[in-house]
């Protein structure tokens, strides 16, 4: 039987009251199990949006059947993406080959640099699947990428206007149902379907991991107003994927916002953790944790998964277990990885590489000079340190000897994949910078650091909720020397 929490039962009523709600649900506070039992409590017809098809035929097991658990692509597909089956699943292209089917056949100068076919071409694409993912109706310059060493509004401004007509191409190309030169997949039949304002027959809709949403689907969504009651919950903290598209819609929701602040997932003092990352995050909640399963914090000689911040800092990881004879896995696998290698190993032997991060760099050593001396491009130093250190066949032999997770005695994961997933025992990874200090100091005569980025903050948040009984917070211990980061009392 499911006994309701009070926040939990607030938020039955106002969804018999036929309200719009916003759940703000923290770090394992029963998400999907919430939205399960608001759908048990009426015989109303209703639809359940997935984040993913996995997700989708879990929830099928758990909701009633008055309500069809779905993804928006799922729906997509059965009204008009059907039409589009010649063309889903061809065969993998190169990019460099679409784009000379589109017209792209020789280098161009932009911005006092030579995009390369290949280059040019991985832009296109990219710029379709960024409209793609917006609710906007044309293509437009702000849809193109940013290019590394490309990032002035001047500068962007001449790659859009060589990209877009480009572009255009491929999206007229992509309205064929039956043949083109552009590989179709399901993000364009779910634009399609969007800019054909569909209206879902259903008395209520509710979305799950709103902070995720693409723009695309939050159209679809608020479309239904006028005839369905809507109700998404999500976490705003966990709104960490907004560099691919995705988009926090919980906080401007025009609805009726509640919380469910407690977690079934760990005790008090992880809670009061994570309540400190919330701070900083300008997050709208703060969790209680269960007495029933209480967590500890400290030193873990032994984990079950370590979290990073970067691939590059997981592959660090990777390399130091298979070095000390440690079987391990990957979240997510090593195919990220093993691109970076090989775009280095490129780099080095003086040849071009269309890696979109390291593209403009004509030589590893510009990229070291680059990773050195530009602000901009201190991201990238440990990439360079990573490659200097080992090399790119080590690098390549590690990857090549992970193991499956089943099979592995630790698990190494970004913080990115590792989000949704949660481990008996987590450390966190030393790649998580601490703010850089002002030029202001004290009253001790230590400098003062800056304010800790939200978007950090919001990262840190999902990387310490993802243990059930221990967490190292290691790499983040930096938080303890933040004055507005004191412990609640």
Not at 336 to 358: D, F, I, V, Y
Request: charged content about 20%; overall charge negative; aromatic content about 6%.
């Amino acid at each position: 039987m499911f006994t309701p929490t009070d926040e939990q039962a607030e938020a039955a009523d106002h969804f018999a009251a036929g309200q719009h709600m916003a759940l703000q649900a923290g770090a394992g506070t029963g998400k999907t199990s919430t939205l399960a039992f608001l759908a048990h409590s009426t015989t109303r017809r209703g639809r359940y949006f997935a984040y993913n098809r996995a997700i989708a035929q879990e929830a099928a097991t758990r909701f009633p059947p008055n309500v069809t658990c779905r993804t928006a692509h799922s729906l997509a597909y059965a009204a008009l993406g059907h039409r589009y089956t010649r063309r889903l699943g061809a065969p993998r292209r190169p990019a460099w080959r679409t784009g000379q089917d589109l017209g792209i056949i020789k280098p161009v100068r932009a911005a006092g640099h030579t995009l390369m076919p290949t280059t040019l071409s991985n832009t296109v694409l990219k710029t379709v699947t960024r409209f793609c993912h917006s609710a906007d109706t044309e293509l437009a310059d702000h849809h193109v990428p940013q290019l590394r060493g490309m990032d002035s509004p001047k500068a962007h401004g001449e790659l859009a206007g060589i990209v877009i007509p480009y572009a255009r191409k491929a999206w007229a190309d992509l309205q064929n149902p039956d043949t083109g030169v552009v590989r179709f997949d399901p993000d364009h039949f779910l634009k399609i379907w969007s800019l054909t304002n569909p209206t879902i027959h259903a008395d209520f809709l509710l979305l799950d991991e709103a902070q995720d949403t693409n723009p695309v689907v939050e159209h679809i969504f608020n479309s239904q107003r006028d005839h369905a009651q809507l109700v998404m919950v999500g976490d705003s903290a966990q709104a960490i994927y907004h560099w691919r598209g995705a988009k926090d819609v919980m906080t401007t929701f025009d609805g009726t916002h509640l919380t469910l602040s407690r977690s079934f997932r760990f005790g008090p003092a992880l809670a009061e953790e994570a309540n400190r990352w919330l701070t900083l995050a300008d997050a709208p909640l703060r969790l209680t944790g269960s007495t029933t399963n209480p967590t500890s914090l400290g030193p873990l000689a032994h984990p079950d998964a370590i979290l990073c911040r970067t691939n590059v800092g997981a592959m660090k990881q990777v390399m130091n277990h298979l070095a000390a004879g440690t079987r391990v896995a990957l979240v997510g696998g090593g195919d990220s990885l093993r691109a970076l290698a090989l775009a280095a190993r490129q780099l080095q032997e003086g040849r071009p590489t269309s890696h979109p991060e390291l593209v403009l760099f004509p030589t590893w050593g510009a990229l070291q000079d680059y990773a050195t001396h530009d602000p901009s491009g201190r991201d990238l130093q440990p990439l360079v340190d990573l490659v200097d250190n080992h090399g790119t066949e080590a690098i390549l032999n590690a990857v090549n000897r992970l193991s499956d997770e089943p099979d592995a005695e630790i698990t190494i994961s970004t913080t990115h994949k590792a989000k949704g997933r949660e481990w008996l025992r987590v450390k966190i990874a030393d790649d998580f910078p601490p703010p850089a200090d002002t030029d202001e100091q004290d009253q001790h005569g230590q400098p003062i650091p800056e304010p800790v980025d939200p978007g950090e903050a919001r990262l840190a948040y999902v990387a310490v909720t993802r243990a059930r009984r221990h967490v190292d917070i290691g790499g983040l211990s930096w938080i303890d020397s933040l004055p507005d980061a004191r412990r609640e009392p």
